[in-house]
């Protein structure tokens, strides 16, 4: 039986560099869409608060879409060789525009950074402003998002900004991110990032999938374009109890000798759990999170699939 690593058909994408020269939309038909949750862990976007000097505040709103288990980080900050000093506000949305998380100051300075774990998924937006800008309503368009509730001219901060959204795969069986696979056999492809979400350093993404007895399983990470820098992964495989029944940390194939390849014959049908980290991270607890070490870091490119 043939079979194509799910890693092959993966776009080449560069992460964690900006997109500039668009003007994302005020309300969340017009939202720009990043990508995230579907092939890529990380969206950087250099963007303006732009108010017209009445009563009518600039938004800006961002779509993403997630997987339970899934960890957001929005940040913004200035933009490199810019003068600009912007009090942002950051505003999280599920689909019908109700706001399920805010921050004002919690990054640098007077700028914003949110961390959220989602326990439903689906599609969702981050919102952002400049202060005091925090009552609009992401479903009306333009001109809604009034000072004092449309009373008083809007006299709130604008200028430019760096926005950084990062969409991190749960670090425990409990939280992994649904693959979709299985038991009848299927692929699954995506780029991730070791290192963006909330554990730092400690980070491990965990992934679910069925498969069923006598099926393979062929897991390989990759690096994500010819641009971003490698990352030393390990892949580990996990049965529904969270005992490690695979493992490889340098694929055979492999030109610099960071990657990981994993082939694995499933004897019983059931749930597993594929996680990656960073060497040498390499005995955590997948059901529990502990005895987490501190691993190489970075974005990489995962396909995997049982056939």
Do not use: W
């Not at 020269?21 to 309300?27: E, L, Q, S, V, Y």
């Not at 400049?130 to 009034?146: K, R």
């Not at 580990?236 to 490690?244: K, P």
């Amino acid at each position: 039986m043939l079979f194509r690593s799910a890693a092959e058909v993966l776009e080449d994408r560069t992460l964690l560099s900006a997109v500039t020269g668009i003007d994302a939309g005020d309300r969340i038909d017009q939202a720009t869409d990043t990508g995230l949750g579907t092939t890529t862990g990380t969206f950087v976007c250099d963007e303006s608060i732009d108010n017209d000097g009445t009563d009518i505040a600039d938004v800006d709103l961002f779509r993403i879409e997630t997987s339970v288990g899934d960890t957001l980080v929005a940040r913004t900050e200035s933009q490199p060789n810019s003068d600009d000093i912007v009090n942002t506000l950051l505003r999280l949305f599920d689909a019908d525009g109700n706001q399920v998380a805010f921050d004002d100051d919690s990054g640098p300075g007077l700028y914003s950074e949110l961390t959220y774990t989602f326990d439903a998924g689906g599609t969702y937006f981050v919102g952002v402003t400049a202060f005091p800008e925090l009552f609009y309503d992401p479903n009306v368009s333009d001109g809604t998002g009034l000072f004092n509730n449309g009373t008083e001219p809007f006299d709130g901060d604008e200028g430019d900004y760096r926005l950084t959204l990062t969409i991190d795969s749960g670090d425990t069986q409990a939280e992994a991110r649904e693959t979709g696979i299985g038991p009848a056999g299927g692929t699954f492809n995506s780029v991730e990032s070791l290192g963006g979400g909330p554990s730092g350093n400690r980070d491990v993404d965990l992934f679910r999938f069925e498969a069923a007895a006598g099926h393979f399983l062929v897991a390989e990470t990759s690096n994500p374009s010819p641009s971003a820098g490698g990352v030393d992964t390990v892949l580990r495989l996990f049965d529904d109890n969270g005992n490690e029944i695979a493992v490889n940390n340098d694929n055979p194939f492999s030109a610099n000798g960071e990657s990981s390849r994993l082939v694995f014959q499933f004897n019983t049908s059931g749930t597993y759990f594929i996680g990656v980290s960073g060497n040498p991270n390499t005995v955590y607890n997948s059901q529990t999170g502990a005895d987490t070490v501190d691993g190489d870091l970075g974005d990489y490119k995962i396909g995997r699939a049982h056939v």
